[in-house]
């Protein structure tokens, strides 16, 4: 998550799970500092944000959870809780715009993966409301987004199915997903994706 200033890094696994949340200032070179605590141990979560909040679900130390932390991204502090996804899972793609926060696809378990999008209101919290369904059922996708629109790439769905698939999504309405086109790479899964507002870029 991050703002136009500071980014923040949220948890991970090294070797075990963490609850460390890292902050930088981005105009600045330098390492790290401490910014606080997640609400729990967890890895494989995906965030949003507005200019203010940083929103992030899910991942987690053992199972998949449906938790939604909250971090005021201006001032350090531990985070608190924003509210629960639609579904328990983890590896979630997450983006939106300034005002709503949306997290598409993960893993459930096992070999279990969705398509699930739900949604936030970043300014308030509350439990996270369902948007429609994605056309790849996986996890582990990238995505970009301006203030209209939202295009979800790439993507893993075990144990073998690689997405070279594109979708994409109007931010303010709610509603399933539509192609948007094909990956020239050929797709694959936990692709990065970094942005303007006009387009995208990706990898993996």
């Known amino acids: 998550a991050s703002s136009s200033t500071r980014g923040l890094i949220i948890g991970g696994y090294s070797p075990t799970y963490l609850n460390i949340i890292d902050y930088i200032e981005i105009q600045t070179l330098g390492d790290a500092i401490d910014f606080g605590d997640c609400t729990r141990t967890k890895a494989w979560d995906s965030s949003t944000q507005s200019p203010t909040r940083g929103v992030y679900m899910s991942g987690t130390s053992t199972v998949p959870n449906c938790g939604i932390d909250l971090v005021i991204i201006s001032s350090k502090g531990n985070a608190s809780n924003f509210g629960e996804t639609t579904k328990s899972r983890r590896a979630a793609t997450g983006g939106g715009n300034s005002v709503r926060g949306i997290f598409v696809g993960g893993y459930l378990g096992s070999s279990d993966q ?70 020239s790479s050929g797709g694959g899964s936990g692709p990065g994706a970094v942005s303007d507002s006009h387009g995208g870029l990706g990898g993996y």
């Not at 308030?124 to 369904?133: I, L, Q, R, W």
């Not at 698939?165 to 399933?176: L, V």
Request: proline share 1%; charged share 15%.
């Open 114 to 183: 969705v398509n699930t999008m739900d949604y936030v209101t970043l300014a308030s919290e509350g439990n996270a409301t369902d948007f429609g369904e994605n056309l790849f059922t996986g996890s582990y996708s990238g995505a970009v987004a301006n203030n209209n629109r939202m295009v979800i790439g790439g993507g893993y769905n075990a144990p073998s199915i690689r997405s070279a698939s594109m979708s994409h999504i109007t931010i303010s309405t709610t509603g399933d997903a539509t192609d948007f086109g094909d990956m």
